[in-house]
Structure formats: C-alpha cells, structure tokens
C-alpha cells in the first residue's frame, strides 16, 4: 500500500522556523504547526533527550 505524497512525512521547507522538522509533523498528522512548535519548547525545559531527537529527525525525515 502507498502513500500519497501530501501524507508523507517530510520536513516542510516553505514553512520552516529551523529545519522544518515541527512544520512536517503537524503537516503529516493534521497538528498546528505553532502548537506543536511550542510544545517541543516547553518541552525542552524539562529533563530529556528532545534537543538530541529533534537533531536525530532532521537528520532522519527528508526534505520535501
């Protein structure tokens, strides 16, 4: 089974604030691109590796 393209994941190139990985996401999964963006943020506050996944998808998730 295929995908069509516009329900890849891919990282969003026109609507990028870094790399696009946040905007892909919200893209892929019908998110807000901000909410999600404020999300990792906040999220970043607390202990974990976030910074080390987000690096690890725009490494990962081709551009579109």
Known sequence: MTV???Q???RDSQNKVIAGVCAGI???YGL???GL???FVLSC???GPQFIAYLL???L???D
């Open 32 to 34: 807000s691109r901000n």
């Open 26 to 28: 919200a893209r892929r």
């Open 8 to 10: 890849r994941l891919r």
């Open 45 to 47: 506050v607390l202990p």
């Open 61 to 63: 998730i081709p551009a």
């Open 57 to 59: 998808l725009w490494v």
């Open 4 to 6: 069509p393209a516009n």
């Open 37 to 39: 963006r404020l999300a």
